[in-house]
């Protein structure tokens, strides 16, 4: 079973619903429901990756059955399948039209002046091949640094249509068919919005392809207008095609290079369809002076076969074999997914924990509202993705006497917790030696090990310059240390160098950790909690966000 683009954006917004909990009850409830979902999962044999889709189409059956008829629409997966679908149907009509157009206007013949040859060949068929070829070049260049630079502009272009203006349009069609939700849908639908836009920084990798086949498929379509076009033009009316130029001088050289282009079908077409003859060229060519009075009939109408196979052979199948190409290649890049990130392996910490306190009050369990989950549960695996539905499968039906249970067990310490996790994740921790001493290292360390469940396996003080503090870490971090939890005081604002600092180290001796600026008050304060609504934590995040690495995450130490 894979993820899909739809499932990795849900994920993560439902994923940033639960990191707003900020108080210690709001914290125990979504680790309360995110153990009970465990619970209810059939885990033998079950990857972290399958307990991340199972939890997934849980939190969706809740959202939906929350949020109601129209909870569909509110999640930010769903939501940009929804304009993405729109967004390629509406670019392969526009298109298909445009082409349609073009070509039906292009071969406008009044007895007079035929159809030149060339400039037909040039724009429907020599042009769509060049933009193809230069389509794959950067592909390949892609790879490099040096394309890395920048998403280009045709990608711009593109994600600016999909991502500002058919919302705006959807919006507006909503408005005037009176479709428009009530004030909570409303903002839901907002913040999905804006989580889509936000998100197309974050992961724009997993955007390339979507957008790629996207703009492939206009070419296709305007392709396939042009070839219908001609079609239905050459069917319904008398069109005369010649050529003329004043650099080639022998229809013999004309001839040649027809029978290079239609090599491709020419083995397996009929001699009369694959391309013009050699007299049938030299009858078609044309001098302005005489006119195409002495021309013969069958010598002008012999190309347009010629024209139509090179349209199918050098601009449809060929974005045809892109499309195909990108769909297999966007399936690759998300099986490749890392779900290892840190906000992931928290979520399977929470998931895999004993908690504090069970209850919650999210999940219907019992009575009318546990049969219409049930229900939801039902027309969820019939209408979602596949695999989704093989998710829920996982799920079991908890018994009421289970539920009771479950809801009569007794609160347990943090000590109780933390030993019922068994191996708790290792991780590391940077600190600047000249602001934490070895007592503040400790408490910090404690803090760590409560709040997030992980093994601190050492304090490396560290001076940030980078080549020093590279050498460093490449010497101290342990192998199976991951995450590795930069301190860094919340009063202290993002300057450049900083960013830049941590992202090099990212870059190079981190690149196969996660790293987590964790913030934190200053040492003298006795209670270093930061506020979910502190300015400079808000700040922080924004700041990190720009950055465009999923793989960089901002935490801190909650009340």
Not at 118 to 141: D, E, I, N, R, S
Not at 290 to 306: H, K, M, R
Not at 453 to 471: G, H, K, N, R, S
Not at 503 to 519: F, S
Request: net charge neutral; aromatic share 12%; charged share 20%.
């Amino acid at each position: 079973m894979t993820f899909t683009l739809s499932d990795i954006m849900d994920l993560d917004y439902l994923l940033s619903l639960d990191e707003q909990a900020d108080t210690p009850e709001q914290t125990r409830a979504v680790a309360a429901r995110d153990r009970d979902i465990f619970c209810q999962l059939d885990t033998a044999d079950m990857s972290d990756t399958d307990l991340i889709m199972s939890w997934l189409a849980y939190r969706k059956l809740v959202f939906f059955h929350q949020a109601g008829e129209k909870g569909k629409w509110h999640l930010p997966g769903k939501l940009f399948s929804l304009l993405y679908c729109w967004m390629a149907r509406g670019l392969a009509l526009v298109s298909g039209i445009i082409g349609m157009a073009m070509a039906y206007g292009f071969l406008a013949y009044h007895g007079v002046r035929p159809v030149n040859v060339t400039l037909f060949f040039v724009v429907f068929v020599l042009l769509p091949a060049v933009l193809f070829l230069f389509t794959l070049a950067g592909l390949v260049l892609r790879r490099s640094r040096l394309f890395r630079s920048g998403p280009g502009v045709f990608f711009t272009l593109i994600s600016g249509v999909l991502f500002r203006v058919v919302p705006g349009i959807l919006e507006r069609a909503m408005k005037r068919f009176g479709k428009m939700p009530d004030d909570a849908g409303k903002a839901r639908l907002d913040a999905a919005l804006y989580f889509i836009r936000t998100k197309k920084q974050a992961y724009g990798f997993l955007f390339f392809w979507p957008m790629l086949i996207l703009l492939s498929l206009g070419a296709l379509f305007f392709s396939f207008g042009a070839l219908g076009g001609t079609l239905f033009r050459v069917a319904v009316s008398d069109v005369a095609f010649g050529w003329q130029s004043t650099l080639v001088a022998f229809p013999s050289l004309v001839h040649d290079i027809v029978s290079l282009v239609a090599a491709p079908w020419a083995a397996w077409v009929p001699d009369h369809l694959s391309g013009p003859t050699l007299e049938q060229i030299e009858g078609s060519r044309i001098f302005l002076k005489q006119g195409i009075a002495s021309l013969a009939t069958e010598n002008l109408v012999s190309w347009w076969p010629f024209l139509c196979f090179a349209m199918v052979f050098y601009a449809i199948v060929p974005r045809l074999l892109l499309i195909l190409a990108g769909f297999y290649a966007q399936r690759s890049v998300l099986e490749q997914y890392d779900f290892h990130r840190p906000r992931f392996r928290r979520l399977l910490v929470r998931m895999k924990s004993p908690v504090m306190d069970i209850g919650f009050n999210e999940q219907p369990v019992n009575g009318s509202d546990q049969r219409s989950a049930r229900h939801d549960r039902q027309t969820f695996s019939s209408t979602d993705t596949g695999h989704a539905a093989k998710a829920q499968q996982n799920i079991k039906q908890p018994s009421r006497a289970a539920d009771t249970a479950q809801k009569n067990t007794e609160t347990r310490t943090s000590e109780d917790v933390i030993a019922g996790v068994g191996v708790l994740t290792p991780a590391v921790v940077l600190v600047l030696a000249s602001i934490w001493n070895e007592t503040d290292q400790a408490r910090i360390q404690e803090l760590i090990r409560q709040q997030f469940l992980l093994d601190v396996l050492q304090v490396i003080p560290i001076d940030m310059d980078l080549e020093t503090d590279a050498d460093l870490l490449e010497k101290s971090i342990p192998p199976s240390a991951d995450p590795v939890i930069f301190l860094q005081e919340v009063w202290q604002p993002p300057i450049r160098g900083l960013l830049h600092y941590l992202v090099q180290l990212k870059q190079g001796v981190l690149a196969d950790k996660n790293l987590w600026v964790l913030l934190t008050r200053t040492p003298d304060d006795e209670d270093l909690a930061v506020a979910a609504d502190d300015t400079d934590f808000s700040v922080w995040q924004t700041c990190i966000a720009r950055l465009g690495r999923p793989d960089i995450l901002v935490e801190r130490i909650r009340p």
